[in-house]
C-alpha cells in the first residue's frame, strides 16, 4: 500500500522569510513521481512543483524548491521570502502509475504580515 | 486556458435524498476523478474513470456511484445522501499520454447533508 504523511497540520511564517513543509511516503516502488499541490482560500487546487523519483536533481520553480531523499522517503517543499499569497492548504502528493494519485493529509501554511 | 468546472460550489441536501455531482472539462482529456476532502484526511479517492463509460473504484466507493457517458462529463451520485457524506467535493481530470501528468481541479462542491 501506498501512503502519504504529513506531519505538520499547521505553520506559520513571516512574510520574507523561509519555511520548510515536510512530507514522508511509503511505497515499495522504484519508478513514481511526488507533487505539491496548493489549494488557496479559493478551494482552486495548483501544481506547486513536481519530482521524478528516478531524477536526483531537486526540483526548483522559482521560490519553490524540494528537498528529495529517496533513501528516506522524504520530500519536503521549502518556500524562499514567503509572500502573503503563499498562505493555503499544502499537499504533497505520491503517483506510481496510471495517474492513480495518493495525497498526504495536509499542512496549513499560515504567512504573517 | 484549460478548465475543470463543478456545476455546484455549495449544495444542501437531507438525508436519503439522491444527489447528483457533476464535473465537466474542456481538455479532451481521458482520465477523470473523484476526490473527497475532510480535515486532517487530505483528498481521497472515490472512483475514477480513464475512458467513456469506464469506471473503477477507488479507496471509498461505498455509497456512491458515477456516470460518465460522455469523455467532458463526469458525474457523482449519492443515491441516499446521510450525514457522513457532508464533504467537500473535488473534481479532476488528467491526460494519459504521460503517466506523470499533474491533474487539473474543480474548484470544488461544498455538500452538507442534513
Known amino acids: 500500500a501506498q501512503t502519504v504523511t504529513q506531519s505538520q497540520p499547521e505553520m506559520s511564517v513571516q512574510e520574507a522569510e523561509t519555511v520548510t513543509l515536510s512530507c514522508t511516503y511509503d511505497t515499495s516502488e522504484n519508478n513514481y513521481y511526488l507533487f505539491w499541490y496548493k489549494q488557496p482560500p479559493s478551494r482552486q487546487m495548483i501544481l506547486v512543483i513536481r519530482q521524478e523519483a528516478y531524477k536526483q536533481q531537486n526540483a526548483t520553480e522559482n521560490r519553490f524548491s524540494v528537498n528529495f531523499q529517496k533513501a528516506a522517503k522524504s520530500f519536503s517543499l521549502k518556500i524562499s521570502d514567503s509572500q502573503l499569497g503563499d498562505t493555503a492548504m499544502y499537499f504533497c502528493?505520491?503517483?506510481?502509475?496510471?495517474?492513480?494519485?495518493?495525497f498526504g493529509s495536509g499542512t496549513k501554511l499560515n504567512v504573517k504580515p | 486556458d484549460v478548465k475543470v468546472t463543478q456545476s455546484s460550489r455549495y449544495l444542501v441536501k437531507r438525508t436519503g435524498e439522491k444527489v447528483f455531482l457533476e464535473c465537466v472539462q474542456d481538455?479532451?482529456?481521458?482520465?477523470m476523478f473523484w476526490y473527497r476532502q475532510d480535515p486532517g484526511l487530505g483528498l481521497r479517492l472515490i472512483y475514477f474513470?480513464?475512458?467513456?463509460?469506464?469506471?473503477e473504484k477507488g479507496d471509498i466507493p461505498e455509497g456512491y456511484s458515477v456516470s460518465r457517458e460522455k469523455k467532458e462529463r463526469f458525474s457523482l451520485i449519492l443515491e441516499s445522501a446521510s450525514t457522513n457524506q457532508t464533504s467537500m467535493y473535488l473534481c479532476?481530470?488528467?491526460?494519459?499520454?504521460?503517466?506523470?501528468?499533474?491533474?487539473?481541479f474543480g474548484s470544488g462542491t461544498q455538500l452538507s447533508v442534513l
Open positions: 474513470s480513464y475512458d467513456v463509460k469506464m469506471k
Open positions: 502528493a505520491f503517483i506510481y502509475n496510471f495517474n492513480k494519485f495518493y
Open positions: 479532476a481530470s488528467s491526460t494519459s499520454t504521460t503517466v506523470n501528468e499533474k491533474l487539473f
Open positions: 481538455m479532451d482529456h481521458e482520465n
